[in-house]
């Protein structure tokens, strides 16, 4: 009998076509349920909206595994799930650039032209011609337009190269926060010290940062109390990043000028939550992403990859 091909399970939760692989066999698993006796002998794993526990679980029963490819631009969820350190955990980076900027620039233009409030009048069958510019009318600073202002993106990555020339098209001008000082085309990328300086003027601060110890709660008072009070957030990164205690004593206060949420610290988020009635702030369901563009083709490298010894692509550092 020939060698039994190894197995690389793939999740139901996404639709992907992948090109054969001499001595793979790719195999469907339903990440809502616990891998299936007969498949954890698997040497990959894909995961897509898997839960915490089910890759816990994972990582307890899959002894032979070697490769974990996430399809997420996060890997925070498999960081803690217990992988053996001879697994490679790849992340799913670039696969979310275009989806994430389109979502976050809808938000944004949102903000700036006042949807929520017109999509409450017209629940309420209310007319209230030009409600925009009511604000910018009574002589208060409002955001109501991309063109002129000032945008922080914190937290500059492949994402946010793809976001800031959109940004840029209608007007804005696009600074970025990162770790590493540098340029990215125009844009000019500082580093978090430099904030102090840059906040005071900023019409918009977008998050894009990832879950980290280091970036728990870091958007709070002290960020809030140094943006003026017409700035919007909007936060497509991670929920944990964002004190949302501090946020909405800020937006109560008058401190910012509302906020435009696609994650929670907890999701989905309750129903008690306050953040649903706030008449500033916009809320979607993490919805930002969920459409990983270009999925097959990185499954498909990083398994030969693996296959190969060579270097993986979006490994993560452990």
């Known amino acids: ?66 490769l974990v490819q996430l399809l997420s631009a996060g890997t925070d969820v498999a960081d803690d799930a217990g992988f053996a350190p001879s697994v490679t955990i790849a992340s799913g980076r670039g696969l979310h650039d275009g989806p994430v900027a389109e979502h976050t620039l809808a938000l944004v233009l949102a903000a700036a032209r006042g949807l929520h409030e017109t999509m409450r009048d017209q629940d309420a069958r209310r007319w209230v ?34 976001l800031a020339p959109l940004l840029a098209a209608l007007g804005a001008t696009v600074i970025g926060v990162a770790r590493t000082a540098r340029t990215d085309g125009d844009v000019q990328i500082v580093t978090p010290d430099r904030l102090p300086g840059i906040l005071p003027t900023t019409d918009v601060l977008i998050d894009l940062l990832p879950a980290t110890t280091e970036t728990d709660g870091i958007i709070g008072a002290d960020v809030f109390a140094q943006l003026p009070p017409h700035a919007w957030l909007v936060n497509v990164g991670r929920g944990s990043t964002v004190d949302e205690d501090a946020l909405l004593t800020a937006l109560r206060s008058g401190h910012i000028g509302g906020a435009a949420l696609d994650v929670f610290r907890t999701e989905p988020l309750p129903t008690d939550s306050p953040l649903w009635a706030e008449p500033n702030v916009i809320v979607t369901p993490h919805a930002a992403g969920g459409r990983p563009l270009g999925a097959a083709d990185l499954i498909r490298h990083n398994v030969m990859a693996m296959l190969a010894g060579d270097p993986v692509t979006n490994a993560v550092e452990r």
């Open 1 to 66: 009998m020939p060698p039994r091909n190894a197995t690389v399970l793939v999740p139901t939760t996404v639709t992907v076509e992948l090109d054969p692989i001499a001595g793979i066999d790719f195999v469907d698993y339903d990440p809502a349920e616990p891998i299936p006796a007969e498949h954890r002998d698997a040497i990959g794993l894909v995961a897509w909206r898997n839960s915490a526990a089910q890759l816990a679980e994972a990582a307890a029963v899959m002894p032979n595994l070697r």
């Open 129 to 162: 011609n030009g409600r925009n510019w009511l604000t910018a009318e009574t002589g208060r600073h409002a955001f109501t337009t991309l063109r002129g202002a000032q945008v922080v993106i914190w937290g500059y990555g492949s994402i946010a190269s793809t």
